[in-house]
């Protein structure tokens, strides 16, 4: 029996200990001293939310299928264990071998949103790792990150050796191997990445230097030593079929967010709304075909016991054999009472039928996204649904017997008028009168719409990357006032309205954007007690707005400020595909509330179409 890093007191002083004892079904566990490569992959949040990431499932399988190399996983540590392990100077361990991170070769962290900085830091303290990369020895693991948010890793460039920008299934290998021939060459922690920044799509934030103007925007950014790139390319998986996925994903002890076999049925989107950064980061859109992915189903259900599957896309109404996959995967699922999740789907004529031959339709609540109230506001954000699609997908979905809905909308959008912001409410109304338009004996109980706002916020690689963020009160007096409309509405009964906080809302913006002189004030606010940021009842603003000052740096400067198209923005030096001329002329289109088509209607010229494949018609 293996020897757990945490004793039986500690573990017993804690809330859900399951968290960090491993073990679980299909981990993976190798002899230490016959691999040459030890990496630690770290979600930085707490295991629930961790166990529910796709993209370390993968890397997982991935790295471990070669015989030379160990992975294994760390999360945060809840703030009861976070407290004792500062106190009795406990370093934290991974689960497979409840070894020391310290001692691993590579620490990876993936970084799926701003939020989590602060946790990012706990990692490395806990972990005993400096945490500015400047002050590391020989002694320590490579610090690398992944994910969306290293798409600007700016602010986080002090903590980190080195950015992995694009698909992990592309250079990990070559990166891999290059630190294992370094390793046994004797090379250097320098000569390793000076070799890593040789590699497309390794960003190593050391080698390169910024100089800012007096109005404080960014100069000059270049390198700092020879023979490293200008631009880092995105890494782009584009077979998906011949990439590796995990075929015997880990199954948690305790219940994580999406406890359920995922099934990623593609990547990409061909919609381009103006505010998704996904929509952009990951163009072309990408299929698997239908046969790979229901041997993928029964394989991950065989190995699994899973009683539920969700399809993963950012838009799975655009999977061209949806109706074929859901058909099939309910012949797989019956026979072994397995329920289908399908969420990312439109609100339209097809997607509930593809929902009613799953779901069951007295227990479930469909959920649609409009984003916005009005029609002028939905063009603006080209989000590529009328009000038409709305309603009569709506009342389509009353008839089957759908009587709860819940709607997604955003607030503080660029060029909003207040009549944008009341058109939630009228938008809700409307879909409350279509289910009442039904004969009573039909309905099926009371109707309940659940709408919520989200604030907007403006990230890189959109063509919202110019606009400015609304303030605090500004967000707070929109909310109150769909509220009120709500509230003024003759079936005011059947709707109920949430949104979500806006100090989180405004600090998510400055980081979305900021540049590398915030590392000092993500470091200051950790030390001031900044810790699981995205949890309402873990954020203290205060924190934060002391960082700021005592740093001397004026976040509206991030975060209100609209900035000018020839400005060079922190993120400038990476090549997505897309290009920033699109990216112009789609900020240009918002402005005059023009429409661009998706993909598969007509090309744009957004500048995928270089990577070849997917549904990309460009030239």
Known sequence: MRKLALSDEILLKIDKPARYIGGEVNAVVKDADSVDIRFAMCFPDVYEIGMSHLGIQILYDMFNRRKDTWCERVYSPWPDLNQIMKDDKLPLFALESQDNIRDFDFLGITIQYEMCYTNILQVLDLSQIPMLSKDRTERDPIVIGGGPCTYNPEPLAD??????????????????????????????????????????????????????????????????????????????????????????????????????????????????????????????????????????????????????????????????????????????CNERGVNISLPSLRIDAFSLDVMSKVQDIKKSSLTFAPEAGSQRMRDVINKGLTEDEILSGAKKAFEGGWNKVKLYFMLGLPTETEEDIKGIAWLCQEIAERYYEIPKEQRNGKCQITASSSFFVPKPFTPFQWAPMNTKDQFLDKAKTVKSEVRSQVNQKSIRYHYHEADVTLLEGILARGDRRLSPVILKAYRKGSLFDSWTEWFKPEYWNEAFKECGIDPDFYSVRERDTDEILPWDFINIGVSKEFMIREWKNAKEGKITPNCRMRCSGCGARNYGGGVCYEG
């Open 159 to 332: 903590f980190f050796d080195l950015f992995y920008i694009g698909d992990g299934e592309t250079v990990y290998d070559e990166l891999l191997d290059i630190y294992k021939h370094n390793k046994k060459a004797g090379g250097t922690r320098k000569d390793f990445l000076r070799q890593a920044a040789k590699v497309e799509g390794i960003y190593v934030p050391s080698f390169y230097h910024v100089t800012y103007k007096e109005d404080g925007t960014i100069h000059t950014f270049e390198p700092n030593i020879n023979d490293v790139p200008d631009h880092i390319e995105k890494q782009i998986a584009m077979d998906l079929p011949n990439t590796p996925y995990p075929e015997k994903p880990i199954v948690p002890f305790i219940k994580a967010t999406q406890d359920r076999v995922v099934l990623e049925i593609q990547r990409g989107c061909i919609r381009g709304c103006r505010f998704c950064q996904a929509g952009m980061l990951y163009r072309p859109l990408r299929e698997r075909t239908c046969d790979e992915l229901i041997e993928m189903a029964r394989t991950m259900l065989d190995n699994t016991g899973h009683e539920e599957i969700s399809l993963s896309s950012l838009s799975s109404s655009d999977y061209r054999d949806l109706f074929e996959l859901v058909s099939r995967l309910i012949d797989l």
